[in-house]
C-alpha cells in the first residue's frame, strides 16, 4: 500500500494518476483516467477517488508538528549546524515520521528507523551503497555524526539522517516498463559488485511461524471485531499454502543485496533517474532470491504485469550480462518475508498504541487481505518470465 506524503495536494494526485494511467495502457490500452484515479485511490487504501480527494483535504487541516526541540536535538546530534525554519513533516512510514530540518548549511532529511537498525547495520548498508554509487547507481548521501556514526538516538527514537535531494514519488503500481528496467538495470550492478557476505541471512526471510500462529491470529481478530475478521479466514489457507515453497540455501554462496530495492524504496531524481533510498536493511543473500523477490514487488500486484517484467529482465541482463535461472523457489525468502510482514501489520492493526501505526496498519491489513500472495499467482510469475 503507498501512503500519502504528509501534506500532498490535488495537483499532485492528478499527476500521479496520469503517470498511472501511461503503465495501465501499457497493459491495457482501453484503460480511462477515471480507471486510473479508481486504481490510484486502491493503491493509496482508499475506496475510489472521492475517498482520496477527501483524504488529502483533511490532511491539509491536520499537518502534523513536530515533537518541541525534536529539530535542534536532531541538529545537535548530527552537527547540522543552526535550525533556521520549523521543521516540516514529509511522510509517515511504518518506522514513524521523516521531517525536512533546514540550518543554516543546507536542507536534510531526518528518519526515523526500526530498533533493529543499530550502526554497525547501518555500517554494512553504507558499504553496499557506496560501492553502488561508485557503479553508477544515484542514491543519497547519509550524515555522520561528529561521532561518526550513521544511527544516533534522539528523544527516545533512533534516527538516520541524509542530504535533502529534490525526487519526485515513489513509482506508482503497476509501474512502467522504462521504470522496471531501471530497477532491473540496478539490480543487476548491485549483483555484478558480488560482495562476499559471511553473515547467514536474516532470519527475518528464513524463519516462519507455525500454522497454529495463524489460527489462533484469526481468533484475535475475531474477538476484536475486525470487519476484515472473515476475509481472514478465506485467505489464511492460501497463506499456509505458501509454505511449502522453500529452497535449500546452506550451499549456495551469498552476497550483500539491498534486501528491499522495491517501488516504494526508490525515488525518480531528475531526467527520471531512479534513485534508491533504502540501504538500511543491506543483508545477505543470493541474486536469485534476490530477484524473485524484487519480481513479486515489481511485477505481481495488482495482477501479473507481463511489460514491466520484460523491461527489468533486460535492464538486468544490460547490467549484469546474463539473467540467473529462477524455478519456484527462489521466491523462498520473497514468501517468508510476505508471511512475516503480514502477520505482523494485521498484529499491529489489532495491538498498535501509536494511533499513526495502527491508522497505516488497518490499511495495508486490508490491502494484504485482498490482494494476497498465491501459490498460482507465482507460478503465473515465472511462465511470464520464461515466456
Known sequence: MRILPD????AFLRKEAKDLLVALRESSPEASLADAQRALASEYGMRDWAALRS??????????????????????????????????????????????????????????????????????????????VAAGVAAPTPVRSPHGRLIEPVQGQNWRVQEWIEAGPAPMIPVPAAVARQAGRTLGTLHSLAIPSASPIDSYLTSR?????????????????????????????????????????????????????????????HDDELVVTEWDVTGSLTPELELGSALTHWALQPSINRPAI?????????????????????FATAVTGYLNWTYQTICAAMNSADPD?????????????????????????????DG
Not at 518541541?68 to 547540522?80: I, R, Y
Not at 509454505?243 to 550483500?256: C, F, K, P, S, Y
Not at 533486460?314 to 550480462?321: I, L, N, T
Not at 495495508?364 to 500472495?373: A, T
Open 7 to 10: 501534506r500532498p495536494s490535488l
Open 55 to 132: 483524504e488529502v483535504e483533511q490532511r491539509a487541516e491536520e499537518t502534523p508538528t513536530a515533537p518541541v526541540g525534536l529539530a535542534d536535538a536532531l541538529a545537535g546530534a548530527f552537527g547540522l549546524g543552526r535550525v533556521t525554519e520549523s521543521p516540516a513533516p514529509v511522510s509517515y512510514t511504518p518506522t514513524g515520521r521523516s521531517w525536512s530540518i533546514m540550518t543554516d548549511r543546507g536542507r536534510w532529511l531526518a528518519c526515523t528507523v526500526y530498533p533493529f537498525i543499530t550502526h554497525a547495520q547501518a555500517e554494512v548498508g553504507a558499504r553496499l551503497r557506496d560501492a553502488a
Open 209 to 269: 511461524r507455525p500454522e497454529a500462529a495463524w489460527w489462533a491470529l484469526l481468533d484475535e481478530a475475531r474477538a476484536a471485531h475486525k470487519p476484515w475478521a472473515e476475509q481472514l479466514g478465506e485467505v489464511v489457507p492460501t497463506l499456509l499454502d505458501l509454505r511449502a515453497i522453500e529452497a535449500n540455501i546452506e550451499d549456495r554462496e551469498l552476497i550483500l543485496c539491498n534486501l528491499v530495492l522495491n517501488p516504494e524504496n526508490v525515488r525518480m531524481g
Open 310 to 330: 520484460a523491461a527489468l529482465r533486460d535492464g538486468y541482463v544490460q547490467a549484469a550480462g546474463r539473467w540467473p535461472a529462477l524455478d519456484l523457489t527462489s
Open 357 to 385: 501505526h495502527a491508522a497505516f496498519a488497518e490499511r495495508e491489513s486490508v490491502d494484504l487481505l485482498k490482494r494476497p500472495m498465491t501459490r498460482s499467482s507465482l507460478h503465473e510469475l515465472l511462465a511470464a518470465i
